[in-house]
T-cell receptor, first 110, second 116 residues
Framework: QKEVEQNSGPLSVPEGAIASLNCTYS??????FFWYRQYSGKSPELIMFIYSNGDKEDGRFTAQLNKASQYVSLLIRDSQPSDSATYLC??????????FGQGTELSVKP | GAVVSQHPSWVICKSGTSVKIECRSL??????MFWYRQFPKQSLMLMAT?????????EQGVEKDKFLINHASLTLSTLTVTSAHPEDSSFYICSAGAGQVGQPQHFGDGTRLSIL
């Protein structure tokens, strides 16, 4: 079992819809959870981070964390074509290094 | 916000050449930086953890004599790909965190390395 798992996609949603990206992790001791966006040919860009169970909202983005289920998700409301990218889930089990999922490719169709 | 600068952005060189990539934290001090490699359509693979003033910690399968890491100051880490070959062609990215362990990491813009 991979330490951090994501559906590779592609996930296709129409413009204006809600995009839901999911991630599961294996280490129950994980404390920090991150979502990065990566455009093709570019380096990852931090979108959201969450430490506590529940929801955390920032503009059109909402991160959701459920430690009991070892599940973290990212919702993107009012999706725009510019949101089309690969979204990387990252978990910090211990220490400073991040464990990344393989990424979910999101395509927002105009 | 925390800014990480990486240089150069692109490198094209002949097989057998050694290539140095720099990673700088511009507005914060970073005792730890991370080096990743990413092949097309694949996720980030952590190569090593760069520790200021001490030896780097390499991930399993990464040749430390091939990928030399130096973290001589709190704002600069370098990765040298020694005697590079075409199979070393990849996208190399560094990251650093401004805060404590568990805080967000911020990435440099990456270096695309092409070995002919």
């Amino acid at each position: 079992q991979k330490e951090v798992e994501q559906n590779s996609g592609p996930l296709s949603v129409p413009e204006g819809a809600i995009a839901s990206l999911n991630c599961t992790y294996s280490d129950r001791g994980s404390q920090s959870f991150f979502w990065y966006r990566q455009y093709s040919g570019k380096s990852p860009e931090l979108i959201m981070f969450i430490y506590s169970n529940g929801d955390k909202e920032d503009g059109r983005f909402t991160a959701q964390l459920n430690k009991a289920s070892q599940y973290v998700s990212l919702l993107i409301r009012d999706s725009q074509p510019s949101d089309s990218a690969t979204y990387l889930c990252a978990v910090n089990p211990q220490g400073g290094k991040l464990i990344f999922g393989q990424g979910t490719e999101l395509s927002v169709k105009p | 916000g925390a800014v990480v600068s990486q240089h150069p952005s692109w490198v094209i060189c002949k097989s057998g050449t050694s290539v140095k990539i720099e990673c700088r934290s511009l507005d914060f001090q970073a005792t730890t930086m991370f080096w990743y490699r990413q092949f097309p359509k694949q996720s980030l693979m952590l190569m090593a953890t760069s520790n200021e003033g001490s030896k780097a910690t390499y991930e399993q399968g990464v040749e430390k004599d091939k990928f030399l890491i130096n973290h001589a100051s709190l704002t600069l880490s370098t990765l040298t790909v020694t005697s590079a070959h075409p199979e070393d062609s990849s996208f190399y990215i560094c990251s650093a965190g401004a805060g404590q362990v568990g805080q967000p990491q911020h990435f440099g813009d990456g270096t695309r390395l092409s070995i002919l």
